[in-house]
């Protein structure tokens, strides 16, 4: 899901509707190949070459600043420690192995810009998970501003694979410049807990388990920018939380959700408390950090017997990654959409129909498809929205899959008291 | 050449096939002797959808009943004729309606003739309703109180339509038929008289090479 944005970057129409509102900045890089720098030390077995380069692409919520130095903006300098103003999205690939925010996370994330807000320093400082004092993936990718005239790349992987690489004046070592793809009006984030390490019950066989949780909100780029500590419950297109071990408790099943968090710059989470019960509390999931109402300093926990009475698993004073995506729009290969008549009802005074979406895309695509009219003739208001996003009023189908070939067919209402033609144009995300 | 005749004479009647219209008629008959004597009204009303209608046409004919029309009706929209006589719909605007204040008998019936084409990404859709009042607030014989509506036939993006009922005092009975409009006979005309003339070449070329070997004999 996290990923649909990648693919979904060519998708058309929704896309360049929603343009002028926001946009979403994603900086590439390529190094130079090894070989053509100081290859200081390779350990045997790593798959790294000579010709192993590099590749790094990371996102922002929007262009950066202009005339950052050593990111003062956006990092006071050193390390991270806030788990903010980092990148809402990365992908680091040595050629052999790959960093997503799924396997790593940043412990140091500072750039400078020029005054177009190209990146024309940086030190980017890449661990793998868990752990975040825990080395086994180090990748540094930095150049003139903490390193003098040198760019240096070290890709580390422990136990078997070193290469620390100097790069000497003239070779080239850029960034280039943002290319700013629209967004969309909607933001799925995605925790990756670390393992639990007390337990009881079922949670004490098998595992390791850890909770995990992603979640939809309504909620945008400056909308999501710093944040201050906010329940954001009421912008929840749907979540999912999960144990490790299958256990799911989702906006099907739920009687319970808390969703309060606060944001850096680039909207990733800083400080936290969700929950979510299944049918009664006694099945509940819960990560906070640093809330002012959860467990101090943090925890995770899942448990399936109210207040760790019986079976959990829990872990404190460690908190797992957060990872940010725009939601990208389904492309009228993957969805089609169709809608019946509209009937007047001289009882409600409104238009009454429906919406059809159906998945033609030959594989299983993931939810939650909200339903967005945009364009929406003026003067006609959709009454049973589910809320209003950029672009228009949207409905929550609230289905988190669909099969191949499978369909969901939503109801619409309107009200157009000047009998206008009703139309608009839907997008499915 | 024959291969290449033959594909010309295909072509056509595909065109002819593109051209043709579903005319999709349903008999409906209403039992109104629970509410005989009541001053109500009537509704008919055919619509478009929100995205791409295919345009369509639909028909209210042989109204009969033994009830009261009260004139004069108010049409919305696109719909010309007055009851008992033919009423016709289009779905090129949102609302296309037909509205009456009638005095129930004990029954009443007509048929709703819906002609239609394949195609878009929108329906559309006709809806019958029946009220105990005037005003036409009050459904009656129907178990859709949101709306009032006693049935609804929804037109397909395929051309078909599909039929929801919501009385059990109305029965409609479908009658599908697919026959071919004015336009669309021109062209499967067009098309046989060619295979017929391709017919008559073909027969005279075979005879030709057999006169010519009797001479040479």
Redesign the interface.
């Known amino acids: 899901m996290s990923w649909k944005l990648l693919s979904g970057l060519s998708i058309t129409t929704a896309v360049l509707l929603t343009s002028q509102l926001y946009a979403l900045a994603v900086y590439s890089h390529t190094s130079p190949a090894f070989g053509t720098g100081v290859l200081s030390y390779e350990a045997p077995g790593s798959g790294l070459s000579p010709s192993t380069t590099i590749s790094a692409s990371i996102t922002y919520s929007s262009v950066l600043p202009p005339n950052l130095k050593d990111n003062t903006v956006l990092q006071a300098g050193g390390a991270i420690n806030s788990l903010a103003d980092i990148p809402s999205n990365w992908l680091f690939s040595d050629g052999v192995r790959q960093w997503t925010p799924s396997n790593s996370h940043f412990y140091i994330a500072v750039v400078d810009t020029d005054a177009s807000g190209n990146i024309t320093g940086w030190d980017l400082n890449l661990y793998s998970n868990p752990g975040f004092s825990d080395p086994q993936v180090y990748i540094i990718s930095s150049t003139p501003s903490t390193y003098g005239s040198a760019e240096v790349n070290l890709a580390y992987t422990s136990p078997y694979a070193t290469a620390y690489v100097f790069y000497g004046p003239g070779v080239d070592v850029t960034w280039a410049p943002p290319v700013v793809t629209p967004s969309s009006p909607f933001t799925t984030y995605t925790y990756h807990g670390n393992a639990y390490n007390t337990c009881s019950g079922t949670y004490c066989t098998g595992g390791p388990y850890a909770l995990s949780a992603e979640f939809t909100t309504t909620l945008t780029a400056s909308a999501l920018a710093n944040l201050p500590y906010t329940d954001i419950t009421s912008s929840i297109v749907s979540f999912t939380f999960t144990d490790g071990s299958g256990l799911t408790i989702d906006n099907s099943n739920a009687s319970y959700k808390d969703f309060n968090i606060s944001t850096g710059a680039s909207g990733n989470i800083a400080t936290w408390l969700i929950t979510s019960c299944g049918s009664s509390c006694n099945i509940q999931m819960q990560t906070n950090w640093d809330s002012p109402f959860g467990f101090i300093p943090g925890a995770d926990f899942s448990e399936t017997t109210a207040s760790f009475a019986g079976s959990y698993g829990f872990i404190s004073n460690d908190p797992g990654r957060w990872s940010a995506s725009p939601v990208a729009a389904f492309s009228a290969t993957q969805i089609a959409?169709?809608?019946?008549?509209?009937?007047?009802?001289?009882?409600?005074r409104t238009?009454?129909?429906t919406v059809t979406i159906t998945n033609i895309s030959g594989g299983a695509l993931g939810g939650p498809f909200p339903i967005v009219l945009t364009s929406l003739t003026p003067g006609v208001t959709l009454t049973n929205t589910s809320g209003t996003v950029q672009g228009g009023p949207y409905i929550n189908p609230g289905v988190s899959s669909l099969a191949p070939g499978q369909s969901i067919t939503v109801h619409?209402q309107f009200s157009?008291p000047s009998?206008?033609?009703?139309?608009?144009t839907?997008v499915v995300y | 050449m024959r291969y290449q005749s033959l594909l010309f004479v295909a072509s056509f009647l595909c065109i002819a096939s593109l051209a043709s219209a579903d005319l999709i008629t349903y008999d409906v008959t209403v039992n109104t002797s629970s509410i005989s004597g009541t001053m109500g009204s009537l509704d008919f009303q055919f619509n478009p959808g929100p995205l791409v209608s295919e345009p369509a046409t639909l028909q209210i004919l042989d109204f009969a009943s033994n009830g009261t029309l009260n004139p004069p009706p108010l049409p919305t929209g696109d719909v010309t004729g007055v009851l008992p006589g033919m009423l016709s719909f289009d779905n090129l605007t949102a609302l296309n309606d037909y509205f009456e204040a009638f005095t129930y008998g004990t029954m009443l019936a007509f048929d709703v003739s819906i002609s239609s084409m394949a195609g878009g990404t929108s329906g559309s859709a006709f809806a019958f309703s029946m009220f105990s009042d005037a005003a036409g607030t009050i459904p009656t014989l129907t178990t859709d109180t949101t709306d009032g509506f006693a049935f609804t036939v929804g037109v397909n993006f395929d051309g078909s339509t599909t039929v929801t009922p919501f009385s059990s005092q109305t029965t409609v009975v479908p009658a599908v038929a697919t026959v071919p409009e004015p336009d669309s006979l021109t062209l499967v005309g067009t098309a046989i008289a060619l295979m017929g003339t391709l017919l008559w070449f073909q027969t005279r070329r075979q005879r030709v090479p057999s006169q010519n070997r009797a001479r040479r004999i």
Do not use: E, K, Q
């Open positions: 959409i169709m809608a019946s008549g509209l009937l007047y009802s001289r009882v409600t238009y009454n129909g619409v157009n009998n206008a033609l009703i139309s608009f839907p």
